[in-house]
């Protein structure tokens, strides 16, 4: 059994039926056409009017609230002047909640520029939305490098349907629904039509993108919507999100009987320990790719070469960041290999062995998360029944958890939840996106390696079975990046900053597919922010490219090793 058919047994674990992770469905995919149709490029057009869209705007179940000229250079993102547009903000569906009694509401915010491409982006935002952040539309990688606004498209932003970045909101099952999915297909025909106002024409092409939770709006927009949108850049997915979270709250249970100070998770597998760790992996891993510079490309390669047990110094007396105890040995390579229940169930993937262990980024999501984000998600928006909020103890919740309690409960359905979470946050059917391929549409996804709460294994192995269910090559419409080294969406010991955006368009309009991204390290001085994970003996300059799956970045030999120039995918 592959990785991503075990998807399909943790959700009859679960007591759901995920049917589009069977092979059988798969199978049953339809042939494509072997020439897929080439959309046609945007043409832009001009904002003759900002102030009058507050009454010109109107859409069923629509509230225009406000409506703003933003000059010129009032807004920068990456360093980057913004040209100037409208800024549109209102709300969809208001609403009282029958279960919490709180008001709801989808609130957005559309930014219009003067000068538009034709183009509109929808900006998938991540963690558990709540807050209607600036519509400038990130293009990808860490460190705003650019925008989908500065380039000139209209960029919408939402929060997702309810109105804190708080998970109180799982009382209600509609706010569940629209943050699972609904919002998305709520409020994309509304902006739509917003713009066909604004403009006196509907965007000629629509795109979606995120990172996070972000990415996974997005899968669940390529499998939902797909008739809605032409391009989909997906970053770091968590696109089976209750079932990472529940795998992090086993994390930290391990974690919490490996500390060496009792309450202290990170005590479990501290800094020093984390550096030895990344460094034995470097040891046997950096140099696979024909170049030891920090950065393991091959990460499949490095999965067979890199041995815990063997590679790592066993402690025979006091622990001092140049060991691992047995029992550290035994809990963590266990998490590696993918947390299991108490009933030995596996909970979601695996994780590969990389070089960016040892980061705060890394540590913040295994060691702080499970007490906070994840109980709180887990508990609240996709348990049945969800939890009280009044009494609700994160860090009791996950060190306490039965692991098959917690599964049983985010594939539940009872009373007014008719909805698991197994089936609201998922998308349906993954790997059946015929949908998107016949019609022209194209999927760009990217994942970092070192990510410590979406796994780029479980990435990896839902590609795998798209080329699967593709003849074997899903090419001609996906295609999927792996970052090494990269934390969460940003930071790490990385090249982490991308365009990914004109890459896609250019594969949507014009039929340049990505064979690789070019990406480069945020060092010091850097508009976007440095990335201070950026080893001191790596230049500021340095970049790489990054290669399309299952092709990895190698050394040709000779040149300097800073510069992508002396990389080919291979």
Request: with cysteine; charged share 15%; net charge neutral.
């Amino acid at each position: 059994m592959n990785r991503y058919s075990s998807f399909s047994t943790l959700a009859a674990l679960a007591g759901v039926a995920l049917a589009g992770c069977s092979t059988s469905h798969d199978a049953a995919q339809p042939a494509a056409p072997a020439q897929l149709p080439q959309l046609t490029q945007a043409t832009g057009a001009t904002l003759s009017a900002c102030a009058d869209l507050a009454t010109r705007i109107a859409y069923p179940d629509t509230t225009i609230t406000a409506v703003n000229s933003i000059a010129a250079g009032a807004l920068a993102v990456g360093g980057k002047p913004v040209p100037a547009h409208c800024q549109v903000l209102g709300q969809m569906f208001r609403r009282t909640g029958p279960v919490d009694g709180k008001a709801y509401a989808i609130g957005f915010e559309l930014r219009l520029p003067v000068d538009w491409n034709g183009r509109f982006f929808y900006q998938a935002n991540g963690g558990v939305d709540g807050s209607v952040v600036a519509a400038t539309g990130p293009v990808g990688g860490g460190g705003p490098l650019d925008s989908a606004l500065r380039q000139g498209f209209a960029v919408l932003s939402s929060d997702a349907g309810h109105g804190t970045p708080t998970p109180d909101f799982g009382l209600d099952p509609q706010a569940r629904l629209d943050y699972g999915y609904q919002a998305v297909g709520k409020l994309t025909p509304m902006a739509k039509a917003a713009i066909k106002t604004a403009y006196g024409k509907a965007p000629d092409r629509s795109y979606i993108g995120g990172c996070s939770n972000g990415g996974r709006h997005t899968m669940v927009a390529a499998a939902r919507y797909a008739d809605q949108y032409d391009g989909f850049l997906v970053g770091d997915p968590g696109f089976r999100l209750p079932l990472a979270a529940i795998a992090n709250i086993a994390g930290a249970k391990t974690y919490a009987a490996l500390a060496s100070t009792p309450g202290d998770l990170g005590s479990g597998f501290t800094p020093a320990e984390r550096r030895l760790v990344s460094n034995a992996v470097l040891a046997k891993c950096d140099a696979l790719d024909g170049a030891a510079d920090g950065l393991v490309q091959d990460t499949t390669a490095c999965q067979a070469a890199f041995d815990l047990a063997r590679d790592v110094p066993t402690c025979g007396g006091a622990r001092d960041g140049t060991c691992l105890t047995a029992a550290q040995k035994s809990g963590i390579a266990g998490l590696f290999a993918g947390a299991r229940t108490e009933s030995g169930a596996k909970i979601y993937a695996s994780f590969p062995w990389d070089a960016g262990l040892a980061p705060d980024g890394w540590a913040g999501w295994k060691f702080g998360s499970p007490t906070t984000r994840d109980a709180g998600a887990v508990g609240l928006i996709w348990s049945v029944p969800p939890e009280n909020p009044a009494t609700f103890d994160g860090a009791s919740y996950a060190l306490n958890a039965n692991l098959d309690t917690l599964l049983a409960r985010v594939g539940a359905t009872k009373g007014v939840y008719t909805e698991s979470a197994l089936s609201f946050m998922l998308p349906p059917h993954p790997t059946d996106l015929a949908q998107l391929k016949n019609r022209g549409a194209k999927m760009l996804v990217y994942h970092g390696t070192s990510d410590p709460i979406f796994s780029s294994d479980d990435t990896t192995a839902w590609y795998d079975a798209l080329r699967a269910a593709n003849g074997g090559d899903a090419a001609n419409f996906a295609r999927f990046f792996r970052v090494p080294g990269m934390n969460h969406c940003a930071g790490g010991p990385a090249t982490d900053q991308f365009d990914a955006l004109t890459p896609l368009v250019d594969w949507v309009e014009k039929g340049q597919a990505p064979d690789q991204l070019l990406a480069a390290a945020r060092g010091a001085g850097n508009a976007g922010g440095a990335n201070a994970d950026v080893p001191a003996s790596w230049s500021a300059a340095r970049t790489r490219p990054l290669c399309a799956y299952p092709k990895v970045a190698r050394y040709k030999g000779s040149g300097d090793v800073e510069q992508a120039s002396n990389f080919t995918c291979q």
